[in-house]
């Protein structure tokens, strides 16, 4: 079992920027696949950011374009996703999530995550 735990999310104005952060415990992290995904109201759960066990392996949704970077910290046991030039249409609740090593396939599917934060919810004004 791993618990995750999200903070960092808030309301910033258009172009601003939020750090997330996902602090697991459990089993051990180290050996998880991590991503973020996220869930604006009346829209399916979307894919945002991913990272491999070791970090040597990032992916991103296609409507990241750079702005966000997702990284992590073995030894702190947490997951992060910096967010840059935020807009209005990034509002959402913004959910951690881990799978073991023996889940593999893509990361943008969800359902291959089978561990998830409660969410923290970003709301980027105009």
């Known amino acids: 079992q791993v618990q995750l735990v999200e903070s960092g999310g808030g309301l910033v104005q258009a172009g601003g920027s939020l750090r997330l952060s996902c602090a697991a415990s459990g089993e051990t992290f180290s050996y998880y696949g991590m991503a973020w995904f996220r869930q604006a109201p009346g829209k399916e759960r979307e894919f945002v950011a991913a990272i491999s066990w070791s970090g040597g392996s990032t992916y991103s949704g296609d409507f990241v374009k750079g702005r966000f970077t997702i990284s992590r910290d073995n030894a702190k046991n947490t997951v992060y996703l910096q967010m840059n030039s935020l807009k209005p249409e990034d509002t959402a609740v913004y959910y951690c999530?881990?799978?073991?090593?023996?889940?593999?396939?893509?990361?943008?599917?969800?359902?291959?995550?089978?561990?998830w934060g409660q969410g923290t919810q970003v709301t980027v004004s105009s």
């Open positions: 999530a881990a799978r073991s090593p023996s889940n593999s396939g893509s990361y943008e599917d969800s359902a291959l995550f089978p561990y």
